[in-house]
Nanobody, 126 residues
Framework: QVQLVESGGGLVQAGGSLRLSCVAS????????MGWFRQAPGKEREFVGAISWSGGSTSYAGSVKGRFTISRDNAKSTVYLHMNRLNPADTAVYYC???????????????????WGQGTQVTVSS
């Protein structure tokens, strides 16, 4: 059974940084594309960033480009989201997701992802 477990969320002041981690089990992590999404209160879930199965391709939402970086460590079955220059608009529950098929690209659509973590809360104070 596939499990994705996020960690690293918390409360941070505007301008600060956080690193989220997502550990995967039950799937061939090294050949699965991974994504990060977020959902703020009262809003729909939105794409944040994604990384292809090989790690050679990434994609980001316009609102985080240049501030957030996604990376992966296949030896640890872990995908990371490095978040810098955080602002209150980044406050949300952050979810990692795994592609439903192997050898995928850095997909931006949630429909491409079959497996989801439980989420980790990120709160940015002004």
């Amino acid at each position: 059974q596939v499990q994705l477990v996020e960690s690293g969320g918390g409360l941070v002041q505007a301008g600060g940084s956080l690193r989220l981690s997502c550990v995967a089990s039950g799937l061939p992590f090294s050949i699965n594309a991974m994504g990060w999404f977020r959902q703020a209160p009262g809003k729909e879930r939105e794409f944040v960033g994604a990384i292809s199965w090989s790690g050679g391709s990434t994609s980001y939402a316009g609102s985080v480009k240049g501030r957030f970086t996604i990376s992966r460590d296949n030896a640890k079955s872990t995908v990371y989201l490095h978040m810098n220059r955080l602002n209150p608009a980044d406050t949300a529950v952050y979810y990692c997701a795994a592609d439903r098929n192997p050898f995928g690209s850095a997909y931006t659509s949630s429909a491409e992802y079959a497996y989801w973590g439980q989420g980790t809360q990120v709160t940015v104070s002004s």
